[in-house]
Nanobody, 121 residues
Framework: QVLLVESGGGLVQAGESLRLSCAAS??????MGWFRQAPGKEREFVAT????????IYADSVKGRFTISRDNAKNTVALQMNSLKPEDTAVYYC????????????????WGQGTQVTVSS
């Protein structure tokens, strides 16, 4: 069983930065992903990282602004978000899966409770 707890959300102005963290139990070598969901919209892929941390994939909308990383010794995954835009406003979720990286949220069986990120213009 994998338990995930996100933290680090908050209210910032456009152009500022935030760092989200996801603490995981039962971490093992699972791939980890960040997804987000804005009000009235479907959950969308943000970034994912392999169990070793060697491979990453980003959504086009965040490429060059967000960085996903992991510390397997501390069982944590982080999402550094720079140059935030109002359209980045959403609840951000950490998720975990075994096997290959995926941008499909339906392939992730383990989810955290989410953390709110609000970017004002």
């Amino acid at each position: 069983q994998v338990l995930l707890v996100e933290s680090g959300g908050g209210l910032v102005q456009a152009g500022e930065s935030l760092r989200l963290s996801c603490a995981a139990s039962g971490f093992s070598s699972y791939a980890m992903g960040w997804f987000r969901q804005a009000p009235g919209k479907e959950r969308e892929f943000v970034a994912t990282i392999s169990g070793s941390g060697a491979s990453t994939i980003y959504a086009d909308s965040v490429k060059g602004r967000f960085t996903i990383s992991r510390d397997n010794a501390k069982n944590t995954v982080a999402l550094q978000m720079n140059s935030l835009k109002p359209e980045d406003t959403a609840v951000y979720y950490c998720a975990s899966k075994s096997g290959a990286l995926s941008s499909d949220p339906n392939r992730y069986p383990y989810w955290g409770q989410g953390t709110q990120v609000t970017v004002s213009s």
